[in-house]
Structure formats: C-alpha cells, structure tokens
C-alpha cells in the first residue's frame, strides 16, 4: 500500500485504483456491519473512498492503510446513523469498536460473506465513483 499511496501523494492519482480495488470488501463488509441498507452502505463505501483520497496527504505510513480506511468508514457510519435515526440500524458502540473487527475479513467478498449481489466500486481519477454490479462486470 505504500508504494500506492507515494505515487498517489507524487500526482499518478491512477495507483489509488489499486488501493480501492484491495480494500473495497473489508471497508464495505464493516460497514454492513451497521448498516443493513445495501444502497446505503454502497454510499457510505464510495464517501470513505473518497474522503480517503482526498486526506491521503494526511495519512501517517506508520499505521496501517487498512486501519485508516476503517476509521474513516467508522466515522461516516456514525454520523449517518445519528442523521437517520428512525432507520433500524445495528447498534454502534464506539467503546467497544475494535479495530480487529475488520482485520478478519479476507479480501474477497463474494468467498468471506455471502454478499454476491454487492456492488463492485471502481476508480475513476478526478471523477465521481462510479459503480457496477458484479454480474455486469
């Protein structure tokens, strides 16, 4: 991810493809997790995405890529779900997230959770996100 993330930082914003594509199923099955709506979620996956992008200048090698994308993903699931409080959603205990939560999970999302119908997100420099169905893909 490092290397990724110097070429990113060094103006190539194509090696952040890679970085979605490695990371797309962790971040979306975390936030499943909480958020029970696949539209929803699909939302909150692309936003982390992006945020991402846009703060990489701020991410600290030290920890891991992995760890940061699911802290962003943490934060924008809280916030959703205080800004939509009469949707039922899983509750979210802050105290008690850790980050190994997310850790366990493979990368592949079709094998690790039976989440065939979820949606595929995919790069797109200096553009929106744009997404596919995995049977159109």
């Known amino acids: 991810d490092e290397s990724l993330i110097e070429a990113v930082l060094g103006g190539n914003t194509e090696r952040f493809a890679p ?13 499943l997790k909480y958020e029970y709506n696949a539209n929803d979620a699909q939302d909150l996956a692309q936003e982390t995405f992006l945020q991402a992008f846009r703060a990489l200048h ?12 699911t802290g962003i993903a ?4 809280k916030n959703h779900i205080s800004r939509t ?18 850790a366990q999970a493979g990368d ?3 094998r690790d959770c ?3 119908q979820l949606p595929r997100l995919t790069w797109v420099p200096d553009t929106a996100f744009i997404t596919h169905n995995l049977e159109t893909v």
């Open 19 to 31: 970085l979605v594509t490695r990371h797309q199923g962790r971040v979306m099955r975390f936030i």
């Open 58 to 69: 701020s991410f600290n090698c030290q920890s891991r890529f992995s760890t940061w994308l």
């Open 74 to 77: 943490f934060n924008l699931v």
């Open 85 to 102: 409080p009469t949707k039922h959603h899983a509750h979210l205990d802050i105290d008690g997230f850790a980050e190994s939560d997310c």
């Open 108 to 110: 592949d999302p079709a």
């Open 114 to 116: 039976e989440c065939s």
